[in-house]
């Protein structure tokens, strides 16, 4: 029996952290009136390692107040 279906949370909540952190990142050119220049896909591969340790901080502040993240 494998236990595959327990870990697809933790792929997700880092997925949802991205995605939010791309959209957070896409207001912030339009409020200034530009279009941001890259696609999701770009922005991920260019921000990775900062996006990983955004998420780390992230995930360490939540359970520091307990919080379900």
């Known amino acids: 029996m494998t236990h595959q279906h327990t870990n697809t949370w933790r792929a997700r909540r880092f997925r949802v ?3 939010n952190q791309y959209y957070a990142n896409r ?4 409020d ?3 279009q941001q ?3 999701f896909a770009e922005y991920y591969a ?3 390692s900062l996006l990983r340790d ?4 992230h995930r360490a502040a939540a359970a520091h107040k307990n ?3």
Do not use: L, M, S
């Open 67 to 69: 919080i379900a993240v």
């Open 54 to 57: 955004a998420f780390r901080k």
């Open 17 to 19: 952290f991205v995605t």
């Open 46 to 48: 260019q921000n990775k």
């Open 27 to 30: 207001d912030e050119y339009f």
């Open 37 to 39: 220049p890259y696609t």
């Open 32 to 34: 200034h009136g530009q």
